[in-house]
Nanobody
Framework: QLQLVESGGGSVQAGGSLRLSCAAS????????MGWFRQAPGKEREFVAT????????TYTDSVKGRFTISRDNAKNTVFLQMNSLKPEDTDVYYC???????????????WGQGTQVTVSS
């Protein structure tokens, strides 16, 4: 069973940066598409970014293009989300997810982490 654990969240002022990590255990990440999603209380889970198995392809939601970068290190079984120029509207709980289909839809992902809180103050 694949287990995912996010880290790196925290509080930052607008314009600042954070780097989220998603460490996997139980299986190798190299066979999985990896995604980052975010969710605010009472709202649906929202797609942020995804990366295919060999990091050749990435996709971002429009609101984070040019500010966020998804990457992966399969040798370290870890996926990253570098977040720059953060805005208050980026405040959410961020989740990493693993699946076998390259998709922006959360229901196409099979494994999820517990989430890490990101808070951006103005």
């Amino acid at each position: 069973q694949l287990q995912l654990v996010e880290s790196g969240g925290g509080s930052v002022q607008a314009g600042g940066s954070l780097r989220l990590s998603c460490a996997a255990s139980g299986r190798s990440l190299s066979s999985y598409v990896m995604g980052w999603f975010r969710q605010a209380p009472g709202k649906e889970r929202e797609f942020v970014a995804t990366i295919n198995e060999n990091a050749k392809y990435t996709t971002y939601t429009d609101s984070v293009k040019g500010r966020f970068t998804i990457s992966r290190d399969n040798a370290k079984n870890t996926v990253f989300l570098q977040m720059n120029s953060l805005k208050p509207e980026d405040t959410d709980v961020y989740y990493c997810a693993a699946g076998v289909v390259y998709s922006t839809k959360p229901d196409r992902y099979d494994y999820w982490g517990q989430g890490t809180q990101v808070t951006v103050s103005s």
